[in-house]
């Protein structure tokens, strides 16, 4: 299974954008990018994913690099709310199966 | 819509002993998962089923553990008998078939002592 890389920790300001960085080197062609979060004693949580355009929804954008090497997670206010642990996560198109690492842990200071 | 139910919230045995976790899915969610997650890790995924078939359980471990999903709507985890490495929390998830989106409850925290 594909692997990702991701910072253990990241800090950021109430009401600015954060970038959250997901590198996946050996990703293949069939490989889908995830972004799932958990908030703290909390099930996880969707909220986008990716195969090569960027995408956007009511919750996030996630850029994805013209290799695919790579990707962001951008949350484009950062609430108070959104103080949780950022998992970066793929897969391959036929399989819906999920392989989680540790994730970045997102602290938001108002 | 509701969401996916977990039963217990909390449960604390001892070693050797047996538990049960019960998880309703969203209604009209074919697949449903069982995930483990110890603390600060990533969940574990146990097993997965499609309506009441089982599509991978490669990470079970089979000799202690047990699932099932009778009528591919409401499952069951079983535990017997515990080890104190299986102190966890246990996370259910559902998905429409098809979906990449799954959806978590609020999982059962077990504490083996």
């Known amino acids: 299974d594909a692997k990702t890389t991701q910072p253990n920790s990241m800090e950021s300001n109430e009401e600015e954008p954060v970038h959250l960085p997901c590198n996946h080197s050996?990703?293949?062609?069939?490989?889908?990018i995830h972004w799932y979060r958990q908030l703290p004693s909390q099930g996880p949580e969707y909220v986008i994913h990716?195969?090569?355009?960027?995408v956007n929804n009511r919750m996030a954008s996630l850029a994805i690099a013209e290799d695919r090497k790579s990707s962001t997670l951008i949350l484009h206010r950062a609430t108070l709310r959104d103080a949780a642990v950022y998992y970066c996560?793929?897969?391959?198109?036929?399989?819906?199966?999920?392989?989680w690492g540790l994730g970045t842990s997102l602290a938001v200071n108002p | 819509e509701a969401g996916v139910a977990q039963s217990p919230r909390y449960k604390i045995i001892e070693k050797r002993q047996s538990v049960a976790f019960w998880c309703n899915p969203i209604?009209?969610?074919?697949?449903l998962y069982w995930y483990q997650q110890i603390l600060g890790q990533g969940p574990k995924l146990l097993i997965q089923?499609?309506?009441?078939?089982?599509?991978?359980d490669s990470q079970l471990p089979k000799d202690r553990f047990s699932a099932e999903r009778l009528k591919g709507v409401d499952s069951t985890l079983k535990i017997q008998p515990a080890k104190l490495e299986d102190s966890a929390v246990y996370l259910c998830?559902?998905?429409?078939?098809?979906?990449?989106?799954?959806?978590f409850g609020p999982g059962t925290r077990l504490t083996v002592t």
């Open positions: 996560i793929l897969n391959a198109g036929n399989n819906r199966k999920l392989i």
């Open positions: 050996t990703i293949s062609g069939t490989d889908y």
């Open positions: 998830a559902s998905s429409r078939f098809g979906s990449y989106e799954q959806y």
């Open positions: 089923f499609q309506n009441n078939g089982v599509v991978d």
């Open positions: 209604s009209g969610h074919a697949t």
């Open positions: 990716g195969l090569t355009s960027n």
